[in-house]
């Protein structure tokens, strides 16, 4: 059974960091490429930052470049998402995809 856990998510104040994982069971995922997005209280989801099953290539959105760092580990069938800098505006759930499928989310809220 294919699968997705995000974890990493919590409550941090402004200006801090959090690290996102997402593991993926089920089958092999290094040929896929993967995602995060997420989505806030009253907002449609969004896409945040993907990387390439290379691992060569990677795109953010605008409001989070320079502060969030996608990675991924595919010995280990697991992605990351390193987010410094945080601000209340990225207060979301965040869900990874990974080879069309999707985690359940992680919440991560950001105090001013």
């Known amino acids: 059974q294919v699968q997705l856990v995000e974890s990493g998510g919590g409550l941090v104040q402004a200006g801090g960091s959090l690290r996102l994982s997402c593991a993926a069971s089920?089958?092999?995922?290094?040929?896929?490429?993967m995602a995060w997005y997420r989505q806030a209280p009253g907002k449609e989801r969004e896409f945040v930052a993907s990387i390439r099953w290379t691992g060569s290539d990677t795109y953010y959105t605008d409001s989070v470049k320079g502060r969030f760092t996608i990675s991924r580990d595919n010995a280990k069938n697991t992605a990351y998402l390193q987010m410094n800098s945080l601000k209340p505006e990225d207060t979301a759930i965040y869900y990874c995809?990974?080879?069309?499928?999707w985690g359940r989310g992680t919440q991560v809220t950001v105090s001013s």
């Open positions: 089920g089958r092999t995922f290094s040929n896929y490429n």
């Open positions: 995809s990974w080879g069309g499928a």
